[in-house]
C-alpha cells in the first residue's frame, strides 16, 4: 500500500468545514444507540474548545430514516428539513452541524436538489409557510459532527492524556474505521478524502496514535441499509453485511473499530453478538467481540473522560479490553450505574460472546 | 521555390506523413517536442496482431523521414503562430521563425491517468499496474513479478480504463486496448505459462485483420480466460494481492477473485500538446477533446483553418496500421490542397447538395 | 443457539477463490474446444431443453469455469444429450463431449480420482 497515493486523492477531497458558531442537530437515533456520544460532543467543542455550540429543544428528527425506507415522502422530508433551517436562522446561525450521517446526506441532497431545481425550493418554502409561518435561510456551511471532530483533531490531540497505543507493548492500536456510506458515497466531495478513501476518521486515527487497517471489504455497507433491517424477514441481508465485513477484517486482528454513523457502531456491535449466537463464531481475542466505538467516545476517551460517562457500558461487544490495552482506568461497580449514581443491574450475559 | 509544409508532433503520423510529403516535392519541417522521434512507439515492443518488434516499424519511419531530408527540429515548442500571405508564420522557442504554406498537426494522445479511477487503487496498491507499465517490463526484459519479487499465479487485465466510461469523462472507445490485452496475456503466458490469466471485459473489439485469430490462439494455445465483467473495484488482500469485485454478467453473478496482479488497460486522451496547439492555431475540438475534422466521411484529415490539416490520433484513437495510413492521406489531402483545390469548398457544394 | 426469526443471508458472491475447479481443469485437458466458447448462447438458443426449462448450457459452462459445482450438478441432469448444439456452436465447441466430461468429472471427484 502506496500512502502517498492515498494523500493525494486526500487533497482532492479537501471541504470547508466551519470553526465556530454551530447549530447542532441531533440524531434521532443515536441516543437510544450510543447515549454518551453527542454530549461528549458538546462537551468537548464547549469545555475543551471553548466553541459556541447551540441546540434547539425544538428541532426534530430528519425523517431520513423514514425517507430512506420509502415510508416519508420526498416533500414531507424536505419540509421538515426546511424547519430546522428555519429553527437555525431565528437562532442567528449559519453553520449547520448534523450528528447524524443520515441527516447529513440528507441536508446535503436537499440542498443539491434545490441547487439544480429552484422550483421545488420555492415550493418548499411555500409549504413551510403555509404549515408553520416560518422562513429560513440556506446555511452558509454544513459540515457532519465528524468534519468538526477532525478539524480539530490536533488541538484534542494535544490535550490527550492517552494514545490510541498498547501501553505494554508500545504499539499503535490497529483500528479499523467505518464511514456511514451517507458521509461520502452520495456527493464524495462533501467527505473528507472522498468516497472511496475517506479520511475523516483515518485522520483522527493518526493524530490520537492508532494505526488504520485497510482490509478488502472497507468499502462495504455495514449492513444497517434501512430497508434490509426494519423488516424482520430481510434482517439475514444486513447481518450478512456485517459478516462479511467482519470476515474480510479478521485475519488483521483488529483492536477496535470506529465509525461515525449511527447505523454502523449499531450493527457492527451488535451483530456480533448475533453471529455469536447463531454461529459461535467471534471475531476479537478470547472468545470477545472487537469494540465498536463512534469517533466521539474515542475523542473522550483520549481526552481522559471517565467511560462510565461516555456511555460505554450500553455497548454490546464490551469495551474494557481497548480500556485495559490503552491503560484508561474504570471502576468495574459503577459500570451499570444510571447517571444518578443509582444501580440499574446487570443485563444477561451472552452465552457465546465473551462481555467483562 | 518549394512549398513548405510544417509538421507538428514527430510520433508515426507526424513521421510517415513528412516523409510523403516530402516524396511529393514539399519543402518539410517536422517538429518534435522532445529529442527523438517515434513517439509511443518507442515504448512499445512487440505490436499486435503479429507480434512483431515495434522497432522496426520506427526503423521504417526513420527511414522515410531521413530519404525526404526532413528538417527535424527536436525539443521545439510553439510559442505562436500568425497567418501571413497564402501561409503562415510560426516562432518557436529558441526564436526559430519558420514560413509554411500549410500545417499538419500530428499531436497524439496521452495515455489515460488511471489513478484517475479511485475505486482501482492504482497508485495505491502495489500490485496495480498499467498496461504500459507492463509493456516497459517486457521492453527492458524484466521479470513479470509481484511487487515483492514472487512470481504471480493468478494476472487480471481490465479492459477500457479510462476509456467507455461516464465517470472519467472519456465515453468513446479507445480501439487498441482490447487486443493489447490479448496480446499482453499471450505475453505474459509465454513468460509465465503456470499463470493463470483473467481478463475482464466489456465487449471485445477485436475488429482489425487478424484480431479475432489472435484472441483464439489466446484462448486455445494459451488457455487465456475471458470473464464479461467490468471491475466494481480492486481491494487490497491481507498478502498484497488485489481482490477484485466484478459481475459475471453471463453467469449473472457477482463474483470475486484475488489477482496477484492486476493490470489496468488505459486508453487514449487527447495529448497535452493536442490540447496547447489546438488553442494556439484555434482549431475545434469535438464532443471527445479530440479535434474535430471537417467531415466524419470525407474530409477526415481537414481542420477548420484553412491551410491546417490532421493526421494519426489527434482526430481519435487510431492503431498503428490506421495512423500510418491516415498520415499518408493527410500528405495527399494538403497535395491536393497545395495545388489549387480549395477544399473547404469541396464542403460547401456537398452542404448544398445536402440541403438541396 | 438462539432462535432469532432469521439467518445470517447466504452469500451470493461466487468465491472464486475457494470454489473447486477440478471440473473445469478436467474438461479442458479432455475436450480442449471447450476453451474456445465465448458465451455467444447460439447452444442455448438451439437446445430442445432450454425451451422449456431454465437449462443453459452457456451457463452451465460458466458454472464449470466459475467452480459453481453444486449448481453443475443439479443443472447437467437437464440435459439430453441430443447434440443440437454442437451443429450450432461457431467455435466448433465439442458441446455434447463437453457435458459427458463433466459428468465423468462429478464421478472422479465423488471417487476421489481427481
Ligand atoms: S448505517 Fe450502514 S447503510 Fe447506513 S449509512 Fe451507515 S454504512 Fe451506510
Ligand atoms: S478497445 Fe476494448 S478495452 Fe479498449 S476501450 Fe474499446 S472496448 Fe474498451
Ligand atoms: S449495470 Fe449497474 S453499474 Fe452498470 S451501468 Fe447498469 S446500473 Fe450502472
Known amino acids: 500500500m502506496k500512502l502517498e497515493g492515498k494523500k493525494a486523492i486526500w487533497k482532492d477531497y479537501q471541504k470547508e468545514i466551519a470553526d465556530d458558531k454551530y447549530f447542532y442537530v441531533r440524531s434521532c437515533i443515536r441516543q437510544n444507540f450510543f447515549p454518551g456520544s453527542e454530549t461528549a460532543f458538546i462537551r468537548i467543542l464547549r469545555e475543551e474548545l471553548g466553541k459556541d455550540i447551540f441546540e434547539h429543544p425544538c428541532h426534530t428528527t430528519c425523517t431520513g430514516i423514514g425517507y430512506h425506507g420509502d415510508i416519508v415522502p420526498l416533500d414531507t422530508m424536505m419540509t421538515v428539513v426546511a424547519r430546522q433551517f428555519a429553527l437555525m436562522t431565528e437562532a442567528g446561525y449559519e453553520n449547520l452541524v448534523p450528528s447524524c450521517i443520515t441527516s447529513f446526506g440528507i441536508y446535503t441532497e436537499v440542498l443539491d436538489t434545490w441547487h439544480h431545481f429552484p422550483e421545488v425550493e420555492a415550493k418548499v418554502r411555500d409549504y413551510l409557510i403555509k404549515a408553520t409561518g416560518r422562513e429560513f435561510k440556506i446555511p452558509v456551511n454544513i459540515a457532519h459532527a465528524s468534519d468538526i471532530t477532525y478539524k480539530f483533531r490536533k488541538e484534542i490531540a494535544a490535550k490527550a492524556k492517552y494514545k490510541l497505543v498498547n501501553k505494554e507493548t508500545g504499539q499503535p492500536l490497529k483500528v479499523v474505521e467505518h464511514i456511514g456510506c451517507h458521509y461520502s458515497k452520495m456527493f464524495p466531495d462533501k467527505g473528507v478524502g472522498g468516497a472511496e478513501y475517506p479520511y475523516v476518521l483515518v485522520g483522527m486515527i493518526e493524530e490520537w496514535g492508532g494505526e488504520v487497517v485497510d482490509y478488502p471489504e472497507r468499502r462495504h455497507c455495514c449492513g444497517f441499509g434501512f430497508r434490509q433491517y426494519l423488516v424482520q424477514a430481510n434482517r439475514g441481508y444486513s447481518i450478512a453485511c456485517s459478516h462479511k465485513k467482519f470476515e474480510s477484517m479478521e485475519p488483521y486482528k483488529p483492536d477496535m473499530i470506529i465509525t461515525n454513523c449511527p447505523g454502523c457502531p449499531m450493527f457492527l456491535d451488535k451483530w456480533q453478538y448475533a453471529i455469536a449466537e447463531m454461529e459461535g463464531k467471534t471475531y476479537g481475542e478470547n472468545g470477545h467481540g472487537i469494540p465498536v466505538f463512534t469517533y466521539e467516545e474515542v475523542a473522550g476517551m483520549v481526552l481522559g473522560y471517565n467511560p462510565w460517562d461516555l456511555g460505554l457500558q450500553t455497548h454490546q461487544v464490551s469495551c474494557e479490553t481497548v480500556l485495559d490495552k490503552i491503560g484508561i482506568p474504570y471502576n468495574p461497580d459503577e459500570k451499570y450505574n444510571g447517571i444518578n449514581g443509582i444501580k440499574l443491574g446487570v443485563p444477561e450475559m451472552p452465552v457465546n460472546l465473551k462481555c467483562c | ?106 499531436t497524439g494522445y496521452d495515455l489515460f491517468d488511471a489513478s484517475k479511477k479511485e475505486e482501482y487503487g492504482f497508485g495505491i496498491y502495489d500490485n496495480v499496474i498499467t498496461s504500459a507499465e507492463l509493456e516497459e517490463k517486457f521492453m527492458k526484459g524484466e521479470k513479470i513479478t509481484t511487487s515483492d519479487g514472487k512470481i504471480p499465479k493468478r494476472i487480471g487485465f481490465v479492459h477500457c480504463v479510462g476509456s467507455r466510461d461516464e465517470k472519467v469523462g472519456n465515453t468513446y472507445c479507445s480501439k487498441v486496448c482490447c487486443v493489447t490485452a490479448v496480446k499482453q496475456s499471450i505475453e505474459i503466458k509465454e513468460h509465465l505459462p503456470e499463470t493463470d490469466v483473467y481478463c475482464f471485459y466489456m465487449d471485445l473489439r477485436m475488429y482489425g485483420m487478424h484480431f479475432e485469430a489472435l484472441y483464439r490462439e489466446s484462448q486455445e494455445k494459451w488457455g487465456v480466460n475471458f470473464v464479461r465483467g467490468r471491475l466494481s473495484e480492486a481491494c487490497e488482500n491481507m498478502d498484497g494481492s488485489i481482490l477484485v469485485k466484478v459481475e459475471d454478467t453471463l453467469a449473472g453473478k457477482p463474483m470475486k477473485m484475488s489477482v496477484d496482479l492486476l493490470v489496468l488497460m488505459v486508453g487514449f486522451e487527447p495529448s497535452l500538446g493536442t490540447k496547447k496547439v489546438g488553442k494556439i492555431l484555434n482549431l475545434q475540438f469535438g464532443v471527445n477533446r479530440f479535434f474535430k475534422t471537417q467531415d466524419q466521411h470525407t474530409l477526415t484529415n481537414v481542420s477548420n483553418v484553412k491551410g491546417i490539416f490532421f493526421a494519426g490520433s489527434c482526430t481519435g484513437p487510431k492503431t498503428i496500421t490506421n495512423t500510418i495510413t491516415d498520415a499518408r492521406a493527410a500528405a495527399s489531402t494538403i497535395a491536393n490542397y497545395l495545388s489549387g483545390h480549395d477544399i473547404h469548398n469541396r464542403i460547401m457544394t456537398s452542404d448544398i447538395k445536402a440541403t438541396v | 443457539m438462539i432462535e432469532f426469526g432469521y439467518n445470517i443471508a447466504k452469500d451470493r458472491q461466487i468465491d472464486f477463490d475457494k470454489n473447486d475447479k477440478r471440473i473445469s481443469t478436467y474438461v479442458r485437458e479432455n475436450e480442449p474446444s471447450f476453451k474456445t466458447c465465448i458465451s455467444c448462447g447460439t447452444c442455448t438458443a438451439t437446445c430442445s431443453a432450454a425451451n422449456f426449462t431454465d437449462f443453459n448450457f452457456r451457463k452451465l459452462q460458466l458454472m464449470v469455469r466459475r467452480g459453481e459445482t453444486l449448481e453443475v450438478k443439479e443443472e447437467i441432469k437437464k440435459c439430453m444429450l441430443c447434440g443440437k448444439c454442437y451443429l450450432a456452436c461457431p467455435r466448433g465447441v465439442n458441446t455434447r463431449n463437453v457435458i459427458i466430461q463433466i459428468n465423468q468429472a462429478i464421478e472422479k471427484i465423488e471417487n476421489h480420482d481427481i
Open chain 2, 1 to 106: 521555390m518549394n512549398k513548405k509544409v510544417v509538421v507538428i508532433g514527430g510520433g508515426i503520423a507526424g513521421m510517415e506523413s513528412s516523409a510523403h510529403l516530402a516524396a511529393l516535392g514539399y519543402e518539410v519541417t517536422l517538429l518534435e517536442k522532445t529529442d527523438k522521434l517515434g513517439g509511443h512507439l518507442l515504448n512499445w515492443e512487440k505490436l499486435f496482431p503479429t507480434m512483431r518488434m515495434g522497432k522496426e516499424v520506427v526503423t521504417f519511419l526513420n527511414e522515410g523521414v531521413e530519404k525526404g531530408k526532413v528538417n527535424v527540429i527536436y525539443n521545439a515548442e510553439i510559442l505562436n503562430t500568425k497567418e501571413i500571405m497564402n501561409g503562415f508564420s510560426i516562432t518557436l522557442n529558441n526564436n526559430i521563425v519558420l514560413e509554411s504554406d500549410a500545417i499538419l498537426v500530428t
